[in-house]
């Protein structure tokens, strides 16, 4: 069974550039989730889909992040524009529902300079 | 808001050794814990879960205690090897939600 991919795997630009993070989820998979993590800390959701609707999106700065998942299956995650706190791992989760195991993507390192 | 916490950030053991690793919650509505493992360029993986109605679960070398009394989670790796040289994270979630939360992490490095 295929995993969660994720591209780009690392991405460098500069502040008030934008960006975009793709996601595919495991196959079959109804819950999709974004998460930050900073260096030395560990993963914090900004949002979590269920099919294409969200459920949570709390931690979303969404003044600058925004997330799609139009057709229930791929994401995207963007920033625009990126300030320099940004620099974090952007992690991309599945699991077939809520309260099941989520499985994570490799994630896209973003350096913002 | 409330978060979960880790006593120590890094902890080194000889090979063969047991390694335990602690964390500490602070809201006693959480009803589901979790241990992760990070490896260094790759997503977090489940290692094992708990549920707030046991006080312990075994896995294949693994082990989670839950002690609701002092808000204390550990994961307890027997005969540590050096393929279990990661960072662990351990994560909660409220009962009747679905986020999970996330503590700071410990890096575990094993010492052949």
């Known amino acids: 069974e295929a995993g969660v991919a994720q591209s780009p795997r690392y991405k460098i630009i500069e502040k008030r550039q934008s960006v975009a993070f793709w996601c595919n989820p495991i196959s079959g998979h109804a819950t999709l989730y974004w998460y930050q993590q900073i260096l030395g800390q560990g993963p914090k959701l900004l949002i979590q889909?269920?099919?294409?609707?969200?459920?949570?999106d709390s931690q979303l700065p969404k003044d600058r992040f925004s997330a799609e998942r139009l057709k229930g299956v791929d994401s995207t995650l963007k920033i625009q524009p990126a300030k320099l706190e940004d620099s974090a791992v952007y992690l991309c989760?599945?699991?077939?529902?809520?309260?099941?195991?989520?499985?994570f993507g490799p994630g896209t390192r973003l350096t913002v300079l | 808001g409330e978060s979960v916490g880790l006593h120590l950030p890094t902890l080194s053991v000889q090979e063969g050794d047991n390694s335990i690793i602690n964390c500490a919650y602070s809201?006693?509505?959480?009803?589901?814990f979790i241990w992760y493992k990070q490896e260094s360029g790759k997503g977090p993986q489940f290692i094992i879960d708990i549920r707030s109605n046991m006080d312990k679960r075994q896995g294949q070398r693994v082990t989670v205690l839950l002690n609701k009394t002092v808000k204390h989670l550990s994961l307890q790796i027997a005969a540590t090897q050096p393929g279990d040289s990661a960072v662990y994270f351990c994560a909660e979630k409220m009962a009747g939600g679905f986020k999970t939360i996330f503590g700071a992490g410990t890096r575990l490095f094993v010492k052949a």
């Open positions: 809201n006693s509505a959480s009803d589901y």
């Open positions: 989760a599945s699991s077939w529902g809520p309260d099941n195991e989520q499985f």
């Open positions: 889909f269920q099919n294409n609707g969200v459920v949570d």
